[in-house]
């Protein structure tokens, strides 16, 4: 028989057939029904994998933004699928939706199944990466350049035989953890039922470039030049981590006026800003502390902020760890 090659998407990425499936069942916003071969008793897998989207999601809209078609294509499905059960699995009101009953039973246990067909997915495409294992960690782009990529090298000579695959995003809406072995969140929201370890602590102090510094006199400078000074900020439409305000509010002190200067919704390209003399930026120690031992960035004011939420690694809900994974793991919670 002839070996049909796993989806990739641009880049290599390998991609779990099932996410194709689904989206390419979907024709002209409609739904085309897609029967479980051999069985009578089971509703199409189409629907429910849009019902477990739609679920994690707990909005139609969010649901057809991850699958790229029109909210009414989604609607129909799930009306489909509440035909073929004889009941509601979502009650509907104008705050949005809730699982009922019989949706939060069939949620769970189409949650469970789709990781498991996840992760035999990726099993069997490892199967011919020889002995090679792979592991898939999502992270943000600044995590990915300024802290796990550069501690990567070092993994790998001591573990040759881990293949690690880092998928980047800058937002935790929509976000799959099906698709990844680890991953760490954007922002602090929590992850019900994902298994998660303290990776590090969340320390935020401000940072900007020797030149910047000595601009605006001597440092260490005291708050009140800090709050006179360039405040870089990042244009977010959802809220994810620390801002200005919230810093100068742990610290005791009041909020400068104005929001600062938002100069993009890239963090990374923010600290380039931060470099190039543009202003002040709010640094994550674990993003910038190579960059200050550098001397590429300093630390103007001598106050910081640790958070008492830790930044978190988290695992799927639903299958057990790799040991590959388990060895990048726990490389990970002991990395300097």
């Given at each position: 028989?002839?070996?049909?090659?796993?989806?990739?998407?641009?880049?290599?990425?390998?991609?779990?057939?099932?996410?194709?499936?689904?989206?390419?069942?979907?024709?002209?916003?409609?739904?085309?029904?897609?029967?479980?071969?051999?069985?009578?008793?089971?509703?199409?897998?189409?629907?429910?994998?849009?019902?477990?989207?739609?679920?994690?999601?707990?909005?139609?809209?969010?649901?057809?933004?991850?699958?790229?078609?029109?909210?009414?294509?989604?609607?129909?499905?799930?009306?489909?699928?509440?035909?073929?059960?004889?009941?509601?699995?979502?009650?509907?009101?104008?705050?949005?939706?809730?699982?009922?009953?019989?949706?939060?039973?069939?949620?769970?246990?189409?949650?469970?199944?789709?990781?498991?067909?996840?992760?035999?997915?990726?099993?069997?495409?490892?199967?011919?990466?020889?002995?090679?294992?792979?592991?898939?960690?999502?992270?943000?782009?600044?995590?990915?350049?300024?802290?796990?990529?550069?501690?990567?090298?070092?993994?790998?000579?001591?573990?040759?035989?881990?293949?690690?695959?880092?998928?980047?995003?800058?937002?935790?809406?929509?976000?799959?953890?099906?698709?990844?072995?680890?991953?760490?969140?954007?922002?602090?929201?929590?992850?019900?039922?994902?298994?998660?370890?303290?990776?590090?602590?969340?320390?935020?102090?401000?940072?900007?470039?020797?030149?910047?510094?000595?601009?605006?006199?001597?440092?260490?400078?005291?708050?009140?030049?800090?709050?006179?000074?360039?405040?870089?900020?990042?244009?977010?439409?959802?809220?994810?981590?620390?801002?200005?305000?919230?810093?100068?509010?742990?610290?005791g002190a009041g909020a400068p006026d104005g929001?600062?200067?938002?100069?993009?919704?890239?963090?990374?390209?923010?600290?380039?800003?931060?470099?190039?003399?543009?202003?002040?930026?709010?640094?994550?120690?674990?993003?910038?502390?190579?960059?200050v031992q550098q001397g590429r960035l300093v630390r103007p004011v001598v106050e910081s902020v640790?958070?008492?939420?830790?930044?978190?690694?988290?695992?799927?809900?639903?299958?057990?760890?790799?040991?590959?994974?388990?060895?990048?793991?726990?490389?990970?919670?002991?990395?300097?």
């Amino acid at each position: 028989m002839e070996r049909v090659p796993p989806y990739r998407r641009g880049g290599g990425e390998k991609v779990c057939p099932v996410s194709l499936l689904v989206k390419d069942g979907y024709s002209h916003g409609g739904m085309r029904q897609i029967d479980t071969p051999g069985s009578t008793d089971l509703p199409s897998t189409q629907g429910l994998t849009t019902f477990a989207i739609v679920s994690r999601h707990h909005s139609f809209s969010s649901a057809a933004e991850e699958l790229e078609v029109g909210q009414s294509a989604v609607s129909h499905a799930i009306r489909q699928l509440e035909r073929w059960f004889g009941c509601a699995l979502f009650d509907r009101d104008h705050r949005g939706i809730r699982l009922t009953e019989e949706g939060r039973i069939l949620a769970d246990g189409v949650g469970a199944g789709l990781a498991r067909v996840h992760q035999a997915v990726r099993d069997v495409q490892n199967l011919h990466d020889l002995a090679t294992e792979v592991v898939t960690i999502s992270v943000s782009t600044a995590t990915a350049s300024h802290w796990l990529i550069p501690r990567l090298a070092r993994f790998k000579v001591g573990h040759p035989e881990i293949d690690v695959r880092c998928v980047t995003t800058d937002s935790d809406r929509n976000f799959d953890t099906s698709t990844v072995d680890l991953f760490v969140p954007v922002g602090r929201a929590r992850w019900p039922g994902c298994q998660r370890w303290p990776l590090m602590e969340e320390t935020v102090y401000p940072v900007c470039s020797p030149e910047y510094a000595a601009s605006l006199g001597p440092t260490p400078w005291s708050l009140g030049v800090l709050m006179g000074a360039e405040l870089l900020t990042l244009q977010e439409r959802h809220r994810s981590r620390m801002r200005w305000s919230e810093w100068f509010k742990a610290l005791g002190a009041g909020a400068p006026d104005g929001t600062g200067v938002g100069v993009t919704n890239d963090y990374t390209v923010l600290l380039h800003a931060a470099m190039e003399g543009q202003g002040v930026g709010l640094g994550w120690h674990h993003l910038v502390h190579d960059l200050v031992q550098q001397g590429r960035l300093v630390r103007p004011v001598v106050e910081s902020v640790t958070t008492a939420e830790p930044m978190w690694l988290n695992a799927p809900p639903g299958r057990a760890l790799t040991s590959a994974t388990e060895v990048l793991r726990d490389w990970l919670l002991t990395a300097d």
